[in-house]
């Protein structure tokens, strides 16, 4: 059975920094891309961030990009989340996501198929 | 950016009975096309992916239909556990979510 569990998430001031990090069990964690993606409180879901399963190639929402970093450790079964420049827009719950890659006119792409409970942050002075 | 658009926002059916759920494109996606539950609390969960194939363990009252830019989610019978909020999601150009459609008890 996939599962996911994420931890990391906190209150934390416009500007601060905040690592989210997820633990995968289950599922062969290096052969598989890796997303997080995240909820406003009341609001629909937007994907945040992806990584290739060896970690070479990463991809991130317009929003995030130069403030967030996604990582991963294969050894630890672990997927991370580092951000930073934190505003009151980012705040959410960030879920982590198993991906299932498909190729389409060439390129890979993926869709989310198993989901961790999530982790909530909150920014907020 | 795909903007995807879900009708109506909010669906009342009675339990035992059919509920239809649109999903709108504002280009074409192809079939790439996924459909997520999510109760209240929980995480999602995912339904359909390529437009029209049932995930691992999701019940054949459950089914996609579409391509290109109009998409359907159609549950058979309703039963008490179906109430929640869908919702659709593209993966051909990046990744966008409608802003999904809370199926709720007539």
């Known amino acids: 059975e996939v599962r996911l569990v994420e931890s990391g998430g906190d209150l934390v001031q416009p500007g601060g920094s905040l690592r989210l990090s997820c633990v995968a069990s289950?599922?062969?964690?290096?052969?598989?891309?890796m997303s997080w993606v995240r909820q406003a409180p009341g609001k629909g879901l937007e994907w945040v961030a992806n990584?290739?399963?060896?970690?070479?190639?990463?991809y991130y929402l317009d929003s995030v990009k130069g403030r967030f970093t996604i990582s991963r450790d294969n050894a630890k079964n672990s997927l991370y989340l580092q951000m930073n420049s934190l505003r009151a827009e980012d705040t959410a719950v960030y879920y982590c996501?198993?991906?299932?890659?498909?190729?389409?006119?060439?390129?890979?792409?993926?869709?989310?198929?198993?989901w961790g409970q999530g982790t909530l942050v909150t920014v907020s002075s | 950016e795909i903007v995807m658009t879900q009708s109506p926002a909010t669906l009342s059916v009675s339990p035992g009975e059919r509920a239809t759920l649109s999903c709108r494109a504002s280009?074409?996606?192809?079939?790439?096309l996924a459909w997520y539950q999510q109760k209240p609390g929980q995480a999602p969960r995912l339904l359909i992916y390529?437009?029209?194939t049932r995930a691992t363990g999701i019940p054949a009252r459950f089914s996609g239909s579409g391509s290109g830019t109009e998409f359907a989610l159609t549950i058979t019978s309703l039963q008490s556990e179906d109430f929640a909020v869908y919702y659709c999601?593209?993966?051909?150009?990046?990744?966008?979510f409608g802003q999904g459609t809370n199926l709720e008890i007539k």
């Open positions: 990584i290739k399963q060896d970690g070479s190639e990463k």
């Open positions: 999601q593209q993966y051909n150009r990046w990744y966008t």
């Open positions: 390529g437009a029209s």
């Open positions: 996501a198993k991906d299932q890659d498909v190729i389409t006119s060439g390129e890979i792409v993926v869709y989310f198929e198993s």
């Open positions: 280009q074409s996606v192809s079939n790439n």
């Open positions: 289950g599922f062969t964690f290096s052969g598989y891309y």
